[in-house]
């Protein structure tokens, strides 16, 4: 078909089945909804400049801000960013193989994720934007009128349809499709995260998408799934959303983990601390993640005492991810570090605001604490030191690490590290304040608060207005050094071991002329008497 | 400026206090441990010269053991230690004074032994130095029923009942905020009451007012509704409390009395108008559709807003007492 458009440059992308292809254009729409979803946030946080309705944005409106900002976030900028550009991209060529296992039904993920989000966004323009929040709970998503829920809902399954298709697709590739010699315990720490991610997606997204299916009869078909006039319960869509939506929260993380698991070491000189406790706690999590979702439903009407097992294996979950950290920082000891913005946003950054978010994390554990903190801004600012402090810093980080390999070009390292600092400063600044606005008594998802709280969300706004000045400097840098950085080599970073520095930057069509012979594991640093530096580098 | 926990006002509020600034302690001691470490490595071990190495060291079994059960016996401290508050959350004294908490979009009602019955912006009130147990549900949507002093919230759920309990101590006496924590449409943020713990004495009193008084009413509303039977014309409401309802009920947050634009259409100068419908016609605003725009409030909608309008649950003589207002607005 169309021989000739197939030739042009545009049909090359449209048409394209390469991996890398399909990688860049999930991680340039992911971007643009970014620029969307943060957009909206700006509109909340402006509102809550103030505690009294103000007239440019309405209750109606606010409620729309924040449902499209969080279902933004989560399922068309962070999703798609870790899963579909980073997986899709460095999967295939961190094992050593030419392509995904399906390149079409890769190329079909990718524009069925492009309608889902279209879709979404469409209702903008229809006038019905979906106003129950990103969880949608029935019965208020059941009788809000409209087109917008429903949009929300087709949208939803689109995208989950797009995520099984892609995370089925690097479960076979990295299972047969690695290079001779690439084992498993070879396997770079970004593959691992992105396998048990892909496990969490294909089990995961099922019960979603039953749960809003449901939720799309009971709106239009008339029946009573969720409606307590005739036996049905509003609780059994929450269970289903959340043992999708916990288990999500790790393929939120797990990817970004893997990034961070990748550049320390380079910029560190120095082999991984714990390869295996690191691979396999993604495991763990992977799977420990699916028996904790009622943790989101202490109050929601269970019997209070039926959180205790949840309380219970949420504790427990805690577990693997504070063993990352401590493997990181048992990798930073006796290394030689040197700070490129990618190494900033893995260490002060995920490391420095994960952390917290961790920590407060096992306070929302802890139901009798959770009976009172649920459901107020203390829970929001905890996941956004999950989701802003963790996985946007890896995002950027990986980001800038893997720029130059993907357009052969380099990033503009000052600009990277001034927007590092905007980017670190806005977090904290937006978010700390919002654990005390929780605690004071200020739920979630509200228009109008406390005058007594002005004083904590003018700061949170203040915050936000820094953190746009990161991102304006993060796409000028991105979009200038595309076409006008410097031109790199194979491997910029010198040091780095995995497969992707061994072929050209950007690498070829079929990524590798040979297929490499893979020989040791992917972080063999460093010199066996640490970090005093070597005589001869001294004299010369 | 800052902001810490609000004063807890019950025992087992203290309580959950003191759990929580244990675990503030832990995770405090880990912060300092973990961030510490951090910036002292990325100081101490930075890059000096172009060729340095690091240290060629891949892992330690030990070390690795230490610190996956350290942390995981520290959790379950922590999660053993909240078992019993746990208990002391779900568990209600038998002898109780039990209220109904019913949540409204977008009010709270609430319900006393002795049938007295509350709606709008009433406060709560209950009696200090005494067990009482709130048994909660919901009229349409989710809402949550939320006392920051108390630090216990449960959803109040359509269909299903439920439970919170508390024994406010007595020189606790006072008014504390009571807020609607799950999201629930437009007013949600809005959804606000108080509670006021009295002292017994004061509580009962204020009941008995109440049943006097709800009895009394009930009784003119019987005469009233006999009277227009007798005369074949409307039942004539109340406006000056109709004002006072229109206040409790929210209705203004929504609609102006003075033309101003809000989410609803205003009220002034609107009955005896043509209004136009979304569905292309037009209807006079009489008291019957007054009647009807406030008893189902999507059967006709005004052409130019959405169906946004709650539907609230209120006696015939209150509808009425309403409509009366509207039509005073001249
Ligand atoms: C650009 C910086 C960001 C700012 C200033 C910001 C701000 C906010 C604020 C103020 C809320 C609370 C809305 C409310 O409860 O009234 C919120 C909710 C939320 N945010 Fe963000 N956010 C940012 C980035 C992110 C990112 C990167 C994610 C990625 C997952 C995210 C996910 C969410 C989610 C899931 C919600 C809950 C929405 C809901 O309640 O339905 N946010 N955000
Ligand atoms: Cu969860
Ligand atoms: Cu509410």
Same mark, same amino acid.
């Given at each position: 078909m169309f021989p000739r458009f197939r030739r042009s440059t545009l049909g090359q992308w449209i048409f394209t089945v390469d991996h890398k292809k399909i990688g860049i254009m999930y991680g340039v729409t992911a971007l643009i909804f970014f620029l969307i979803g943060g957009s909206a946030a700006l509109g909340i946080r402006t509102k809550l400049l103030t505690p009294g309705p103000v007239s440019q944005i309405t209750p109606d409106a606010f409620n729309q801000l924040f449902t499209v900002h969080g279902t933004i976030m989560v399922f068309l900028f962070v999703i798609p960013m870790l899963t579909g550009f980073f997986g899709n991209y460095l999967v295939p060529i961190q094992i050593g193989a030419r392509d995904m296992a399906f390149p079409r039904m890769n190329a079909l993920s990718y524009w069925l994720f492009l309608l889902s989000g279209i879709m979404l966004v469409a209702s903008l323009f229809m006038g019905n934007i979906p106003d129950a929040g990103w969880t949608s709970y029935p019965p208020f998503s059941v009788q809000s009128p409209g087109g917008g829920i429903d949009a929300w809902i087709l949208s939803l399954h689109v995208n989950g349809l797009s995520s099984i298709l892609g995370a089925i697709n690097v479960i076979v590739t990295v299972f047969c499709m690695r290079a001779p010699g690439m084992t498993l315990n070879r396997m770079p720490l970004l593959v691992w995260s992105l396998l048990a991610t892909s496990f969490i997606q294909v089990f995961g997204v099922p019960a979603l998408s039953g749960a809003v299916t449901t939720l799309l009869a009971d709106r239009h078909w008339g029946t009573v799934f969720f409606n307590p006039q005739f036996g049905g319960d509003p609780m059994l869509y929450q269970h289903l959303f959340w043992f999708y939506s916990h288990p999500a929260v790790y393929v939120l993380i797990l990817p970004a983990m893997g990034i961070v698991s990748e550049i320390i070491p380079v910029f560190a000189r120095k082999p991984i601390f714990g390869y295996k406790a690191i691979a396999y706690s993604s495991c763990a999590i992977a799977?420990? /993640?699916?028996?904790?979702?009622?943790?989101?439903?202490?109050?929601? /009407?269970?019997? &209070?005492?039926s959180g205790v097992p949840f309380m219970i294996s949420t504790m427990i979950i805690a577990v693997p991810s504070s063993i990352k950290m401590f493997n990181w920082l048992a990798t930073l000891w006796k290394g030689s570090i040197s700070y490129k913005t990618p190494m900033l946003l893995c260490t002060l950054g995920f490391m420095g605001l994960f952390t917290i978010g961790g920590l407060s994390g096992i306070f929302l554990a802890a139901v009798p604490i959770d009976l009172g903190a649920h459901d107020t801004y203390f829970v929001v600012a905890h996941f956004h030191y999950v989701v802003f402090g963790g996985s946007m810093m890896a995002i950027l980080a990986g980001l800038f690490y893997w720029f130059p390999k993907v357009t052969g070009r380099m990033y503009n390292e000052k600009l990277g590290v001034v927007m590092f600092w905007f980017y670190f400063i806005g977090t904290n600044l937006t978010f700390f304040p919002m654990h005390f606005m929780g605690l004071a008594g200020m739920p979630r998802r509200v228009y109008t608060y406390d005058p007594a709280l002005q004083g904590l969300n003018e700061l949170s706004t203040i915050g936000s207005y820094i953190i746009s000045?990161?991102?304006?400097?993060?796409?000028?840098?991105?979009?200038? =050094?595309?076409?006008? /950085?410097?031109?790199?080599?194979?491997? +910029?970073?010198?040091?780095?071991?995995?497969?992707?520095?061994?072929?050209? =930057? +950007?690498?070829?069509?079929?990524?590798?002329?040979? &297929?490499?012979?893979?020989?040791?594991?992917?972080?063999?640093?460093?010199?066996?008497?640490?970090?005093? +530096?070597?005589?001869h580098s001294v004299n010369s | 400026m800052i902001h810490w926990l609000t004063q807890p006002i019950t025992e087992l509020g203290r309580q959950i206090d003191a759990m929580f600034y244990w675990i503030l302690a832990i995770t405090g001691i880990v912060f300092i441990l973990v961030e510490g470490l951090l910036v002292y490595y990325i100081i101490r071990y930075r890059r000096t010269h172009a060729e340095q190495q690091g240290l060629d060291y891949h892992g330690n079994t030990k070390l690795e053991v230490l610190w996956t059960l350290v942390p995981a016996l520290i959790l379950v401290v922590i999660g053993y230690f909240c078992v019993p508050l746990v208990q002391a959350a779900q568990t209600p004294p038998s002898n109780a004074i039990v209220i109904q908490v019913i949540g409204h979009e977008w009010s709270w009602e609430f319900k006393y032994p002795n049938g007295v019955d509350t709606q709008g912006s009433e406060p709560l009130r209950i009696p200090a130095g005494q067990n009482v147990l709130f048994k909660i549900t919901s009229g349409d949507v989710i809402h949550d029923f939320w006392v920051p002093q108390f630090r216990v919230k449960q959803d109040a759920v359509p269909g299903r009942e439920t439970r919170v309990w508390v024994n406010v101590t007595d020189t606790d006496i006072g008014t504390y905020p009571l807020r609607c924590a799950e999201y629930c449409g437009v007013l949600h943020s809005q959804m606000v009451s108080t509670v006021q713990v009295l002292s017994p004495a004061d509580y009962q009193s204020w009941l008995d007012g109440q049943a006097k008084a709800a009895a009394s009413k009930a009784q003119a509303d019987q005469l009233k509704a006999q009277q227009a039977k007798q005369t074949g014309s409307a039942p004539l409401g109340d406006a000056t409390n109709g004002q006072k309802l229109a206040t409790q009920f929210g209705c203004l947050s929504?609609? %102006? !009395?003075?033309?101003?634009?809000?989410?609803? *259409?205003?009220?002034?100068? #609107?009955?005896?108008?043509?209004?136009? #419908?979304? $569905?292309?016609? @037009?209807?006079? %605003? $009489?008291? %019957?559709? #007054?009647?009807?725009? !406030?008893?189902?409030? @999507? %059967?006709?909608?005004?052409?130019?807003?959405? *169906?946004?309008?709650?539907?609230?649950?209120?006696?015939?003589? $209150?509808?009425?007492d309403l409509v009366a207002y509207i039509q005073s607005l001249k």
């Amino acid at each position: 078909m169309f021989p000739r458009f197939r030739r042009s440059t545009l049909g090359q992308w449209i048409f394209t089945v390469d991996h890398k292809k399909i990688g860049i254009m999930y991680g340039v729409t992911a971007l643009i909804f970014f620029l969307i979803g943060g957009s909206a946030a700006l509109g909340i946080r402006t509102k809550l400049l103030t505690p009294g309705p103000v007239s440019q944005i309405t209750p109606d409106a606010f409620n729309q801000l924040f449902t499209v900002h969080g279902t933004i976030m989560v399922f068309l900028f962070v999703i798609p960013m870790l899963t579909g550009f980073f997986g899709n991209y460095l999967v295939p060529i961190q094992i050593g193989a030419r392509d995904m296992a399906f390149p079409r039904m890769n190329a079909l993920s990718y524009w069925l994720f492009l309608l889902s989000g279209i879709m979404l966004v469409a209702s903008l323009f229809m006038g019905n934007i979906p106003d129950a929040g990103w969880t949608s709970y029935p019965p208020f998503s059941v009788q809000s009128p409209g087109g917008g829920i429903d949009a929300w809902i087709l949208s939803l399954h689109v995208n989950g349809l797009s995520s099984i298709l892609g995370a089925i697709n690097v479960i076979v590739t990295v299972f047969c499709m690695r290079a001779p010699g690439m084992t498993l315990n070879r396997m770079p720490l970004l593959v691992w995260s992105l396998l048990a991610t892909s496990f969490i997606q294909v089990f995961g997204v099922p019960a979603l998408s039953g749960a809003v299916t449901t939720l799309l009869a009971d709106r239009h078909w008339g029946t009573v799934f969720f409606n307590p006039q005739f036996g049905g319960d509003p609780m059994l869509y929450q269970h289903l959303f959340w043992f999708y939506s916990h288990p999500a929260v790790y393929v939120l993380i797990l990817p970004a983990m893997g990034i961070v698991s990748e550049i320390i070491p380079v910029f560190a000189r120095k082999p991984i601390f714990g390869y295996k406790a690191i691979a396999y706690s993604s495991c763990a999590i992977a799977f420990l /993640g699916f028996f904790v979702w009622a943790h989101h439903m202490f109050v929601a /009407g269970m019997a &209070i005492g039926s959180g205790v097992p949840f309380m219970i294996s949420t504790m427990i979950i805690a577990v693997p991810s504070s063993i990352k950290m401590f493997n990181w920082l048992a990798t930073l000891w006796k290394g030689s570090i040197s700070y490129k913005t990618p190494m900033l946003l893995c260490t002060l950054g995920f490391m420095g605001l994960f952390t917290i978010g961790g920590l407060s994390g096992i306070f929302l554990a802890a139901v009798p604490i959770d009976l009172g903190a649920h459901d107020t801004y203390f829970v929001v600012a905890h996941f956004h030191y999950v989701v802003f402090g963790g996985s946007m810093m890896a995002i950027l980080a990986g980001l800038f690490y893997w720029f130059p390999k993907v357009t052969g070009r380099m990033y503009n390292e000052k600009l990277g590290v001034v927007m590092f600092w905007f980017y670190f400063i806005g977090t904290n600044l937006t978010f700390f304040p919002m654990h005390f606005m929780g605690l004071a008594g200020m739920p979630r998802r509200v228009y109008t608060y406390d005058p007594a709280l002005q004083g904590l969300n003018e700061l949170s706004t203040i915050g936000s207005y820094i953190i746009s000045v990161g991102v304006i400097l993060m796409v000028v840098n991105l979009v200038h =050094s595309a076409f006008k /950085g410097v031109k790199v080599g194979d491997n +910029p970073w010198v040091d780095a071991q995995t497969l992707e520095w061994k072929t050209s =930057s +950007p690498p070829p069509h079929h990524n590798f002329d040979e &297929i490499p012979v893979v020989t040791a594991a992917p972080y063999e640093f460093g010199a066996p008497n640490g970090p005093t +530096p070597k005589p001869h580098s001294v004299n010369s | 400026m800052i902001h810490w926990l609000t004063q807890p006002i019950t025992e087992l509020g203290r309580q959950i206090d003191a759990m929580f600034y244990w675990i503030l302690a832990i995770t405090g001691i880990v912060f300092i441990l973990v961030e510490g470490l951090l910036v002292y490595y990325i100081i101490r071990y930075r890059r000096t010269h172009a060729e340095q190495q690091g240290l060629d060291y891949h892992g330690n079994t030990k070390l690795e053991v230490l610190w996956t059960l350290v942390p995981a016996l520290i959790l379950v401290v922590i999660g053993y230690f909240c078992v019993p508050l746990v208990q002391a959350a779900q568990t209600p004294p038998s002898n109780a004074i039990v209220i109904q908490v019913i949540g409204h979009e977008w009010s709270w009602e609430f319900k006393y032994p002795n049938g007295v019955d509350t709606q709008g912006s009433e406060p709560l009130r209950i009696p200090a130095g005494q067990n009482v147990l709130f048994k909660i549900t919901s009229g349409d949507v989710i809402h949550d029923f939320w006392v920051p002093q108390f630090r216990v919230k449960q959803d109040a759920v359509p269909g299903r009942e439920t439970r919170v309990w508390v024994n406010v101590t007595d020189t606790d006496i006072g008014t504390y905020p009571l807020r609607c924590a799950e999201y629930c449409g437009v007013l949600h943020s809005q959804m606000v009451s108080t509670v006021q713990v009295l002292s017994p004495a004061d509580y009962q009193s204020w009941l008995d007012g109440q049943a006097k008084a709800a009895a009394s009413k009930a009784q003119a509303d019987q005469l009233k509704a006999q009277q227009a039977k007798q005369t074949g014309s409307a039942p004539l409401g109340d406006a000056t409390n109709g004002q006072k309802l229109a206040t409790q009920f929210g209705c203004l947050s929504c609609h %102006a !009395i003075d033309n101003t634009q809000k989410a609803g *259409p205003s009220w002034k100068g #609107l009955a005896g108008t043509q209004v136009p #419908l979304s $569905d292309g016609k @037009t209807v006079t %605003a $009489d008291p %019957a559709y #007054l009647k009807e725009s !406030i008893q189902s409030p @999507t %059967a006709k909608v005004v052409k130019g807003y959405s *169906p946004i309008m709650p539907q609230t649950q209120m006696s015939d003589s $209150d509808v009425n007492d309403l409509v009366a207002y509207i039509q005073s607005l001249k």
